[in-house]
Nanobody, 128 residues
């Protein structure tokens, strides 16, 4: 079984930054696409960002409009880890952030159905 473990969440003030990590075991991040979603009570899981390999040492990143310019997704294949750098955090960014793995492309990266494996999530709380 593939396991994904998130870390790096916490309580911060508006305008602060956080860096989330997603460590994978059972597979390498280079062998699949990786995504970040977030969820709050009473709402559907929301796509945040994703990254996929388009060729050897070539990657493509996708972002939700709500986080473009503030969040950056990256990967370190040597550490088998995917990161989400979150800057200029806003109270509306408060959510449980969940890492996911799957085969994705330009047409499928937004959908939760694209991803086969999910982590347990890490809480991010942004106070105003």
């Amino acid at each position: 079984q593939v396991q994904l473990v998130e870390s790096g969440g916490g309580l911060v003030q508006a305008g602060d930054s956080l860096r989330l990590s997603c460590a994978a075991s059972g597979r390498t991040v280079s062998s699949s696409g990786m995504g970040w979603f977030r969820q709050v009570p009473g709402k559907e899981r929301e796509f945040v960002a994703a990254i996929s390999r388009t060729g050897r040492n070539l990657y493509y990143a996708y972002y939700a409009d709500s986080v473009k310019g503030r969040f950056t997704i990256s990967r370190d294949d040597a550490k088998n880890t995917v990161y989400l750098q979150m800057n200029s955090l806003k109270p509306e960014d408060t959510a449980v952030y969940v890492c996911a793995a799957g085969e994705l492309n330009t047409y499928s990266y937004r959908s939760t159905r694209t991803y086969d494996y999910w982590g347990q999530g890490t809480q991010v709380t942004v106070s105003s």
